[in-house]
């Protein structure tokens, strides 16, 4: 039988979402928080977002593995995602007034933080894996 190949373990950012390689991520995060600091300091005061903070992965057996330090980077990243007023739909805070223009409304739906974790709390026990927190 042929084997497919493995894909190679990828690395998530914390503040944009995307995944880079293991030693390309330490290159991009600060980069990538320069860029977040300069397209938060041009947008209007509203919408300006606290800086993110790389998430710590906390397990009660004090380890964690890739797929868990993914899941909490993942987390991170839409947390900086804003939530349209009309429609609840989430966007990077750059992208909202163009998106605001044109909504009709709809269902408003919220995702803050709370949720967010709960999200993960309810996803965990789903699939019995241990309890992650994660501090944003």
Not at 49 to 67: C, D, I, W
Not at 91 to 103: A, I, Q, S, T, W
Request: proline share 8%; net charge positive.
């Amino acid at each position: 039988m042929s084997q497919t190949p493995r894909r190679p373990p990828f690395k998530v950012c914390y503040i944009c979402g995307r995944e880079f390689g293991s030693q390309s991520i330490a290159i991009h995060e600060p980069k990538c928080l320069e860029k977040w600091r300069i397209e938060n300091n041009q947008l209007p005061k509203h919408l300006r977002r606290p800086e993110p903070k790389k998430p710590e992965v906390l397990t009660g057996s004090g380890s964690y593995t890739l797929a868990d330090e993914n899941e909490a980077a993942y987390y991170s990243a839409q947390a900086q995602l804003v939530p349209c007023r009309k429609c609840g739909r989430t966007f990077f805070p750059d992208r909202l007034p163009v998106h605001e223009r044109c909504c009709k409304g709809g269902a408003t739906q919220s995702f803050g933080k709370l949720d967010i974790f709960l999200h993960l709390f309810l996803h965990k026990l789903s699939f019995g894996q241990e309890f992650c927190k994660i501090v944003v």
